[in-house]
């Protein structure tokens, strides 16, 4: 523990007198790859202010794709996996699509969970207070919360082998004005990839991106990111897992909203 505390201070001083640049890939959309040491991170900045791009999570029609699928079949800019899911890939927590909220999961889930939400040029992140407020016209659920109130939380709720040992981790955040929402996926679980843990994680949102609020999404072999036209991370398993839903930017003159395939779905 003590060589992992050490590594990563010596990581965030380095970050400031190295800080990689940023990657333009598509206007309001930006990507930034960072490997130092046993750090292999990928982050995409989405300026949500930009009225040509939509940021979109998963109608309960596309459950159960990979990344890549989702992202292959929305046109999407970037992706990322979202929430913890079942044996029969249904989220843990609440979902919320174009077509509205999906069909309710295990209540005791939902309330432990918190909320990242999307909409119309704006996001939020909630810490377990779980409202669909009308604005949204997407939302995934996560646990647990990194930082709130600009400040990264110390005492992380888990057992060990999850919080506090390295894994392949997905979380979002969002700047202190909310003009920016961040995807991050940090690879892991490989030879000198070890991952993150979540303390390791809120600091790095912290510090580097200097996030003001953020969530943990499902991490492990779960972890994916889509940027352009291909998953730019390694996910841990090799092959991309299928997932509960997904998180993802796309052009707004792409964006339908509620399509008809979907609204069969939900009636």
């Not at 333009?24 to 046993?38: K, L, N, S």
């Not at 890549?68 to 927590?93: C, H, M, Q």
């Not at 077509?99 to 119309?120: I, S």
């Not at 888990?158 to 929402?181: E, M, N, Y």
Request: hydrophobic share 40%; with cysteine.
């Amino acid at each position: 523990m003590l060589i992992r505390a050490v590594f990563i201070l010596t990581f965030f001083v380095s970050s400031v007198a190295c800080a990689a640049d940023w990657e333009r890939v598509a206007p309001g959309v930006e990507y930034r790859h960072i490997v130092r040491g046993t750090i292999d991170v990928h982050i995409t900045k989405i300026h949500l202010t930009n009225r040509g791009l939509r940021v979109i999570a998963t109608g309960e029609a596309d459950m159960g794709l990979t990344v890549s699928e989702f992202a292959k079949k929305n046109d999407a800019i970037v992706a990322i996996n979202a929430d913890y899911f079942d044996t029969e890939s249904r989220p843990l927590g609440v979902a919320a699509g174009p077509c509205g909220v999906w069909g309710k999961g295990d209540p005791k889930l939902e309330r432990h969970q918190g909320l990242v939400a999307v909409g119309n040029r704006r996001a939020e992140i909630q810490n377990r207070t779980m409202v669909v407020k009308r604005w949204m016209n997407g939302a995934v659920s996560g646990w647990p919360a990194l930082i709130t109130a600009c400040e990264p939380i110390k005492d992380l709720p888990g057992s060990d082998h999850f919080t506090r040992a390295p894994h392949p981790r997905t979380a979002v955040g969002l700047s202190r004005d909310r003009k920016i929402l961040y995807f991050v996926v940090a690879d892991g679980r490989r030879e000198g990839v070890p991952g993150m843990t979540l303390p390791e994680l809120a600091l790095f949102m912290d510090q580097e991106l200097d996030a003001c609020a953020a969530m943990n999404l499902d991490g492990g072999g779960s972890s994916a990111m889509w940027v352009r036209d291909e998953i730019v991370n390694r996910p841990s398993d090799g092959p991309e897992r299928k997932v509960g839903n997904h998180l993802a930017v796309v052009a707004a003159r792409d964006y339908d909203g509620c399509s008809e395939r979907e609204k069969r779905t939900k009636d």
